[in-house]
Nanobody, 126 residues
Framework: QVTLVESGGGTVQVGGSLRLSCAAS????????MGWFRQAPGKEREFVAV????????YYSDSVKGRFTISGDNAKNAASLQMNSLKPEDTARYYC???????????????????WGQGTQVTVSS
């Protein structure tokens, strides 16, 4: 059973930056993916970015590419999401997600992920 603990988030003005972190425990597979989804009120959960091991391959949604950067430490089972140039439409609850042995073709699908953090609120004010 993988457990995810998140930190970071908060309120920032348009154009500002925030950093999210996530630490996993209980991992048993060398093939591991972890990252973030987000959900705004009244909307479906949306893919943001993930990092996949082995290989440290990263994947982003088009809406955050060029503004957000995901990084990770495979040995520590940890990942971070640096969010720059934040926009009001980035306001949402951000959830860390992880899966063991995931299939690349479904990596952007929330249903792929078996493990979820408690979520942290990110609010971008204009």
């Amino acid at each position: 059973q993988v457990t995810l603990v998140e930190s970071g988030g908060g309120t920032v003005q348009v154009g500002g930056s925030l950093r999210l972190s996530c630490a996993a425990s209980g991992r048993t597979n060398s093939r591991f993916v972890m990252g973030w989804f987000r959900q705004a009120p009244g909307k479906e959960r949306e893919f943001v970015a993930v990092i996949r091991w082995p290989g440290s391959n990263v994947y982003y949604s088009d809406s955050v590419k060029g503004r957000f950067t995901i990084s990770g430490d495979n040995a520590k089972n940890a990942a971070s999401l640096q969010m720059n140039s934040l926009k009001p439409e980035d306001t949402a609850r951000y959830y860390c997600a992880a899966d063991q042995g995931s299939i690349l073709s479904t990596i952007r699908d929330a249903r792929t992920y078996d493990y979820w953090g408690q979520g942290t609120q990110v609010t971008v004010s204009s």
